[in-house]
Nanobody, 127 residues
Framework: QVQLVESGGGLVQAGGSLRLSCAAS????????MGWFRQAPGKEREFVVG????????RYADSVNGRFTISRDNAKNTLYLQMNSLKPEDTAVYYC????????????????????WGQGTQVTVSS
């Protein structure tokens, strides 16, 4: 069983950047497809981006494509999300997610299909 701990959230002005990290422990990190979801107040949790076990395949939500970049370092058991050109509508709690997967499979985009979640980190973008 893997434990996930996010960090790097905070308050930033529109147009700014943040880098989120997700540190994994208690499992074989490279055995999981990983990714990020987010949940804004009053809204359902939504898929942001996923990456396969060895980083070969990625999938971005249309709303963040071209602005966000996901990466992973299997040697450091860490997942990253570089967020640039942030917009007020990106304001949400961001959750790290993991699922046991085959080597080239991306993370599922449906929350119910995720195996493990982090506790979340708040990202607030002011206008």
């Amino acid at each position: 069983q893997v434990q996930l701990v996010e960090s790097g959230g905070g308050l930033v002005q529109a147009g700014g950047s943040l880098r989120l990290s997700c540190a994994a422990s208690g499992g074989t990190f490279s055995g999981y497809a990983m990714g990020w979801f987010r949940q804004a107040p009053g809204k359902e949790r939504e898929f942001v981006v996923g990456i396969s076990r060895f980083g070969r395949n990625t999938r971005y939500a249309d709303s963040v494509n071209g602005r966000f970049t996901i990466s992973r370092d299997n040697a450091k058991n860490t997942l990253y999300l570089q967020m640039n050109s942030l917009k007020p509508e990106d304001t949400a709690v961001y959750y790290c997610a993991a699922k046991v997967a085959s080597p080239y499979a991306r993370l599922p985009e449906i929350p119910n299909e995720i195996d493990y979640w982090g506790q979340g980190t708040q990202v607030t973008v002011s206008s």
